[in-house]
């Protein structure tokens, strides 16, 4: 399917970005930011006025406003409509970094509103059932006996949770100490809530805990009995994992093993269910613990040996797959992960993979293809001692279409996928800001990782490739590092790559760690194409070690103007060839093309003619111009003009539009900065057999087409409608033209470049090119 290889970043016109950045070292990209006005608005407001004593309301009142947002929460989620931003700002304070052990304990009687309570922690029992709606809302009660409301927001895995599942989170009773707790006034005005942006700033105690000594409850919490032995827990857990909550599942187990530590079942479960949750590290941990009591049942130490794999393989520790497999040679299971582990490693290492595979994998919806990630001769850096962006860079020379890197993405999130559905063309931040959330809980190294990632003015960023970080050990309530959520969402919103699936249309976003340091040039030094949570970077053309790999963050085709005239919407100017070209037209002419572009696209032959006749006018016989050969805004009309002369063929071979479509075709490829040697467009039928050095090339590879993707499917467009007029030769040259110019998208892959454009094909056409191809394809 073209349509999942034509990526690219959001079209500026669909979302106006209104987060601004000075240059950058990686995608700006615009986020939603629909309901995130209005809570920055919300939060620069409660800045300006002086913090004031937080107000204190009845428990009773309180309870029911609960009990009233959870019903509301049913309707919402039944109407499966659910708006969810909560852009915490471009703000760096809110989560904790600081340990419990280093702030001291305060009541609900010294919170006031409107700030964070540095230094601080707030000691509490949970009152009340849950409510969920953009986050986790629940009442607390201190030793004293006040009660504050609460939310919890980005809390892991449960972005489809439903109250009932979220009340198995934070059960009444639970004892929680809250970092540096921020207090507001609620949307409403009528009540204080204590906001929590960083789900590991809420700390579980457990009642027996030294830290609670000498803390008496002034009033007493009746709760139905919560099972008061392992056994139960277990049947407990057994039952979420049956029905598919694994969250709930993996607190089950939790609890159970907080009784029995050693509890071999619970263990495996617990480990099967992290497993389930992407938790590798956590489900990683349980089943070493089982492998080291050395069971004698071999039915619990081959589950613990398997799990122990799965674990390893998913996280990439291809070596330790290996060892495992090797250790325990009758395993059969091992022995077929170490299989697969040994095709990852020469994924890895040679950079050598199935693309054909890949694709097919990757056009069936909810799939992820499973190879490994590879870094090609690419590096970050900051040159010329830091008077230069940050970006990534070729350590050796490299060709057109060799592979750079394959990435495998920090986070994914396809709309099609998320059970919450949303407005329809919403981007949101959020829910990616979220996925970083899941795996930063379990994955120290990923919070490592976003440190590094550019997050605003507002942000230091930390060198790369930082250290690697300890594994603290994680479990369903305590997270492996303290999780920064401001930064998470401003690296989601300036590094993200929306992933389209129609021109207009987005399918989802993904986040990705070396892309994330390209910068943009308009015509870039390299192509990206997203496959679900991969994403491939290949040269575009031949660099000289040194030079820079840029992207394309916007596509010109898809605007028909540079990032030149972009600058408005992200704040920074490009330099490229192109945005010089557009630099060098004349200011009226600029005007007159950019609003010629916002037009609809023309649905008769002669408002097309009309577009283009006025459109090529705005473009001048520069210097700059013929340097870029590039002029975006006229590729698309000429397309469309020659559409609709296809569109108007009524016979097999109907010259009068046959002849026009190719034509427009051509100067199509012109504009795309193709140079055509052979113009014809008729000549004398031959229809004779013709065999691969028959075949000339049309066009003038030693200034290749600016457009290579768009470029190579205009061709096969091109060739189509020759092999209708029998000639077959030229059809087939144009081809050939085809392939070579689509190298930057299939690394010279035969296969691959035919389950791309495949749909593109007339059938006759792509048959008679396969019998002959075999010698000058890859
Ligand atoms: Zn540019």
Redesign the pocket.
């Known amino acids: 399917m073209m349509a999942t290889l034509l990526l690219g970043g959001l079209p500026p016109e669909t979302v106006p970005s209104p987060m601004m950045t000075l240059n950058t070292d990686g995608p700006v990209r615009q986020e939603s930011h629909i309901g995130r006005a209005t809570t920055e608005e919300m939060h620069l407001g409660e800045r300006s006025l002086p913090p004031e004593r937080a107000r204190q309301i009845r428990k009773s009142v309180l309870l029911a406003q609960i009990e009233a947002q959870r019903s509301s929460a049913v309707t919402v989620a039944s109407s499966l409509l659910r708006t969810r931003q909560t852009f915490v700002g471009e703000n760096t304070c809110y989560y904790s970094s600081t340990g419990l052990h280093e702030l001291i304990q305060i009541n609900m009687s010294s919170l006031s509103t409107g700030r964070r309570h540095k230094g601080a922690y707030l000691l509490c029992r949970v009152v009340s059932r849950t409510a969920h709606l953009v986050g986790i809302n629940f009442v607390v009660e201190d030793s004293e006996g006040d009660c504050c409301h609460v939310t919890v927001h980005h809390y892991p895995h449960t972005l489809d949770f439903s109250s009932v599942e979220t009340d198995m989170v934070f059960p009444i009773g639970s004892i929680l100490a809250i970092r540096e707790p921020f207090c507001k006034t609620s949307t409403t005005g009528s009540f204080c809530t204590i906001r929590v942006d960083a789900p590991s700033d809420v700390v579980f105690l457990k009642p027996n805990v030294p830290f609670l000594e000498g803390i008496s409850w002034r009033s007493e919490i009746i709760t139905p009995a919560p099972p008061s032995n392992a056994g139960e827990w277990k049947n407990l857990g057994v039952s979420s994992f049956k029905q598919q909550r694994w969250l709930c599942a993996a607190v089950a187990f939790s609890k159970g093993l907080e009784l029995e530590p050693m509890n071999s079942l619970l263990l495996l479960n617990r480990s099967e269910t992290y497993l389930r949750l992407l938790w590798y590290n956590s489900a990683l941990r349980d089943a070493e613990i089982v492998l080291g009591m050395k069971l004698k049942d071999p039915i619990l130490q081959r589950k613990a040996l398997v799990r122990a794999t799965r674990a390893h393989y998913y996280s990439g520790r291809y070596t330790d797959v290996t060892r495992l497999a090797h250790e325990h040679p009758l395993i059969s299971d091992l022995t077929a992960y170490a299989t697969k582990a040994a095709q990852r490693m020469r994924e890895q290492t040679l950079g050598s993979y199935d693309w054909q595979v890949i694709h097919e994998v990757e056009e069936n919806p909810g799939s992820r293809v499973d190879i490994a990630p590879y870094k090609g001769p690419v590096e970050v850096k900051t040159p010329d001692g830091g008077r230069r962006l940050r970006g990534l860079f070729v350590t050796q020379d490299v060709k057109a279409g060799e592979l750079l890197l394959v990435s495998k993405a920090i986070a994914s999130c396809y709309y099609s996928e998320v059970a919450v559905s949303h407005s329809q063309d919403s981007f949101e931040i959020r829910d990616l800001a979220d996925q970083v959330v899941q795996r930063s809980w379990d994955d120290s190294n990923v919070a490592c990782v976003i440190a590094t990632l550019y997050a605003g003015d507002y942000f230091h960023s930390a060198s790369y490739p930082p250290p690697p970080a300890p594994h603290l050990p994680a479990s369903p309530t305590q997270s492996s590092a303290n999780i920064d959520t401001a930064r998470i969402e401003a690296v989601c919103a300036k590094n993200s790559f929306g992933v389209e699936k129609t021109p207009m249309r987005i399918a989802g976003a993904v986040l990705h760690e070396l892309p994330s340091f390209c910068n ?4 870039p030094t390299a192509d990206f194409y997203i496959l679900g949570d991969v994403m491939i970077v290949r040269a575009r053309i031949a660099m000289k070690a040194g030079d820079e790999v840029t992207l394309a963050y916007i596509d ?1 085709l898809k605007t028909g103007r ?3 005239l972009t600058k408005r919407d992200w704040d920074f100017i ?7 070209a ?1 630099r060098a037209d004349p200011p009226a002419a600029r005007r007159q093309r950019r609003e010629l572009l916002v037009l609809p696209a023309p649905r008769h032959l002669v408002d097309a003619a009309v577009r283009a006749e006025l459109l090529h006018a705005t473009y001048h016989d520069t210097p700059e111009r013929r340097r870029c050969r590039a002029k975006p805004g006229l590729v698309r009309v000429y397309e469309t003009l020659a559409r609709l002369h296809r569109d108007a063929i009524d016979a097999p071979c109907d010259i009068a539009h046959l002849v026009p479509s190719i034509a427009f075709l051509m100067k199509s490829l012109e504009a795309a900065g193709t140079v055509i040697i052979d113009q014809r467009i008729i000549e004398v039928v031959s229809n004779e057999d013709v065999g691969e050095l028959d075949l000339e090339l049309p066009i003038d590879l030693a200034a290749p087409p600016r457009f290579p993707n768009e470029c190579a499917q205009n061709m096969i467009l091109l060739a189509n409608s020759l092999f209708i007029m029998l000639q077959k030769k030229r059809a087939l040259s144009w081809v050939k033209a085809a392939t070579l110019v689509a190298i930057p998208v299939t690394g010279n892959d035969g296969a691959l470049f035919v389950e791309i454009y495949k749909s593109l094909f007339l059938n006759e056409l792509l048959d008679a090119f396969t019998s002959i191809s075999a010698g000058f394809m890859s």
């Open positions: 943009h040039a308009c015509l010109p540079s990032a030149e490009c330099g490229c060839e192109l945005c010089q557009d």
